[in-house]
């Protein structure tokens, strides 16, 4: 017995040092690490093997393993090809006054702004569905779509039959969904897509051999690509939900999709098949696109995922909080910033910069929303203004800073969405669009209340509590 005893304590300290060592060595978040350090040595094996089950990325092993190189880069003109030093002369494309914006967006995404886009805001379910549908129906060559969740509601099932009847008039269609987000409906989404022949996959879904349960690295893009010269993103995920004109729809969210057209698309579109090697790991090839010019807008896709190795969305946005001269702007449904991106925030409240965060009063995840609550008193004392949207649950997102600046996309501002899901935003220089953007800022602010330091101090301690406990678990939120 002694022999033994022996054994299981060498067997543990040995076990116990790799996985220590493992996350001293490759965890990027200090308290990441010495949480995992200390699970590894105080619980004997079951530390070392939780920390190998769910502390290890094996995601970014797996993109290295698949050799994923970055989407198609596009240069100015629109054309499939690299410029010579990969980037495209930022003079001719941005004002003078983003160029340090337009800088950090080449060194972080490692591909060029392009010119010659067109983007059109669609509000909520109304208006994004029927457009999106009508893409679908109007598509010729290839259909791709990435969602978090399709529902098998009424909406969803419309989609599932207008992609269907795409396939059945010879239209390549292929679809990914995110492994978690397919079990929010039942039937499942990809069952009822897979009985009508059309080729969809599950983003990393959880599997019992091996033993995979990925619950923080999950597919949260939206994109619909229609044969390389229409796109949408955004937000919005597809499902009843989003229909919000119903009121007598109980679980109505409020949220924004972007209908893009021009060279952009085929950044966008290298996304989606960047995701499809990644699943299957198969390249898929589609047919040369002539990408046409149809507006005056600017943008560039931003990429970002547990795959990668910087982090870039956080990096873009306190890039965008320091640049700011006159307004920073920020809607999201979650705001649980870095301790970096709230330091350059506050301190551009406090050089005269109006900085104000937009955020539901009524959350679909009220732990996140005590989590807020309890970070909110400290940007008020640094002159951010918090507004509440009432209900329904907005999940809008979007970023804007001055009069020509704008962010979009899927991310949202917290630990879940900036280092463990992948995310695709977009960089937006134009005045028009920043002016539509701002414009329907303001409209949601118009019907918000602010939020008063006296209504975070006036808290009772209970709720200061339950406030502090759920943001002391922010990073895993």
Known sequence: MALFNWIFIIFHISLALVSAGHALLFKRDPRAALGWIAVSLAFPVAGPLLYFLFGVNRVRTRAR??????????????????????????????????????????????????????????????????????????????????????ETNTTGRRFIRSLADARDRGVEVRVIIDGIGDFYSLPR???????????????LPPTLFPPAVHINLRNHRKILIADGHTAFIGGMNIGDRHLADDQDNPGRVVDTHFLLTGPIVTQIEGVFIEDWRFSTGDALMPPPVEPVVVGDTICRAIVDGPSEELDKLEMMLVCEAAIARRRLWIMTPYFLPSSELSTVMKAAALRGVDVRVVLPEKNNLPYIHWAMRHLIGDFLKRRVRIFYQPPPFVHTK??????????????????????????????????????????HFQSRMDK?????????????????????????FSPYL
């Open 448 to 472: 918000s209340r602010e939020i008063l330091s006296g209504d975070i101090e006036n808290r009772s301690f209970p709720v200061k509590i339950l406030d502090a406990a759920s943001w002391l």
């Open 189 to 203: 989404a990809s069952a009822l897509l897979s009985e009508k022949g059309i080729s969809v996959v599950r983003f």
């Open 65 to 150: 393993k698949l050799n994923i190189s970055p989407p198609f880069q596009v240069s100015v003109d629109g054309d499939r090809k690299r410029t010579k030093d990969g980037m495209a002369p930022l003079a001719a494309l941005v004002p003078p006054r983003f160029i340090e914006i337009a800088r950090m967006g080449d060194a972080v995404t490692q591909m060029p702004l392009v010119g010659g886009n067109r983007i059109t805001p669609l509000h909520n379910g109304e208006a994004a569905y029927p457009r999106m549908l009508s893409a679908i129906r109007e598509a010729r060559s290839y259909l791709y779509l990435t969602t978090y969740i399709l």
């Open 398 to 439: 979007m970023v804007i800073v001055d009069r020509h600046f704008s962010q979009i996309g899927s991310a949202n501002i917290d630990p879940r969405s900036l280092r463990l899901n992948f995310e695709l935003s977009m960089e937006v220089y134009d005045r028009e669009v920043n002016r539509i953007l701002s414009a």
